[in-house]
């Protein structure tokens, strides 16, 4: 079968690979959609230190169930859960499995679905009346949708969220979806409108405006209550610390790829909760197959370009030369 293959640092090429053999109670997926990520583009570009070479990417699935154990019917197109976890590790013994210590998430630690057919556990499947494209949104939107429960956000609050991508409009549905009044941040005009038509109230463009100044307007003085970081700079982990309210909370998704410097006054000053969100759980998957289901989120618009497979080492080239160009980039299987 056909896959996607990363050898080194930029270098993407199409080749045969074995067939996966279904064992241990396994599901066999024809996959017929694939999203591509921020990790996915940090993996192509040797910035993603979890990644290791030759690595198949791909974890934003749409596949069709075509051998199983009956659990989930043949013909069913499924979103699917792309982590693992030991059920050992102190996370996993504090239920939060979405951090386990030895999770391997498919295209990163362990070879993912950029390929014509993957096996996965039944448990890991969330069969829905979605279209791929939107089932592919699914593991984007979830990890936003985490970061936001994350930072306990509620109907009181001021949410300022930077970086509106993937995962930062998965972090604008999930507070709208709370009540809260949402900011959205960025430095390009399309991503923020999207980010709008996502459930934000109001917009900054950080390179046209005082982000400082616009915050301070917006929360009468105060500063937002929840800041969730969806950037990974260092220039935007300082923001979220300094921009933040007093007794506030910050939550970082990215994560920066060199040292940030801190005033860690800050921390103490006003008391902060620094709060770390990774990956995403079940109940996450559930409430974004939910918001899809609505037809509310604009998915049309979010996904800029959908390629064949073939021409997938190209697209990832094409985003890694001009990244401002894409939002979301699908291949397609099918």
């Known amino acids: 079968m056909k896959a996607l293959v990363l050898h080194k640092p930029g270098q993407a090429s199409i080749e045969a690979v074995p067939e996966p053999v ?8 024809r996959v017929k959609m694939v ?5 996915d583009l940090n993996s192509f570009r040797g910035l993603n230190p979890l990644v290791s070479f030759p690595r198949i990417p791909g974890h934003e699935v749409c596949g069709t169930v075509v051998q199983g154990d ?17 059920g050992q590790c102190g ?11 030895f999770n391997q998430t498919l295209g990163v630690q362990r070879d993912g679905a950029l390929t014509e057919f993957i096996a996965m556990p039944p448990e890991n499947l969330y069969p829905a009346t979605l279209t791929p494209k939107e089932l592919c949104l699914v593991e984007p939107l979830t990890v936003g949708f985490h970061a936001v429960a994350r930072g306990r956000v509620t109907a009181t609050d001021m949410v300022a969220i930077f970086g509106c991508g993937g995962v930062g409009l998965g972090a604008v549905s999930a507070s709208n979806a709370r009540g809260a009044t949402t900011i959205c941040i960025d430095v390009d005009d399309n991503k923020l409108k999207l980010a709008r038509a996502a459930g934000g109230d109001h917009s900054i463009n950080s390179m046209k405006e005082s982000l400082h100044d616009r915050l301070l307007e917006m929360t009468d003085g105060r500063g937002p209550d929840v800041v969730i970081e969806a950037v990974g700079t260092p220039a935007t982990f300082r923001a979220a610390v300094e921009e933040v309210a007093f007794t506030g909370r910050v939550v970082y998704i990215g994560y920066a790829k060199e040292p940030v410097s801190y005033e860690t006054r800050l921390f103490v000053q006003k008391e902060l909760d620094i709060l770390g969100s990774r990956n995403a759980q079940a109940d996450d998957f559930r409430a974004v197959i939910r918001l899809l289901e609505t037809r509310k989120f604009p998915v049309n618009d979010v996904v800029s370009l959908i390629v064949p497979l073939e021409q997938g080492p190209n697209a990832l080239r094409s985003w890694s030369e001009k990244p401002s160009r894409f939002t979301k980039i699908l291949v397609s299987l099918d």
């Open 22 to 29: 279904v064992t241990n109670g396994n599901i066999l997926l």
């Open 35 to 39: 999203g591509l990520c921020g990790s």
């Open 70 to 86: 009956g659990s989930v019917p043949k013909g069913n197109d499924v979103a699917v859960f792309p982590y693992t976890s030991c």
């Open 91 to 101: 996370s996993c013994q504090r239920g939060r499995p979405n951090a386990c210590q």
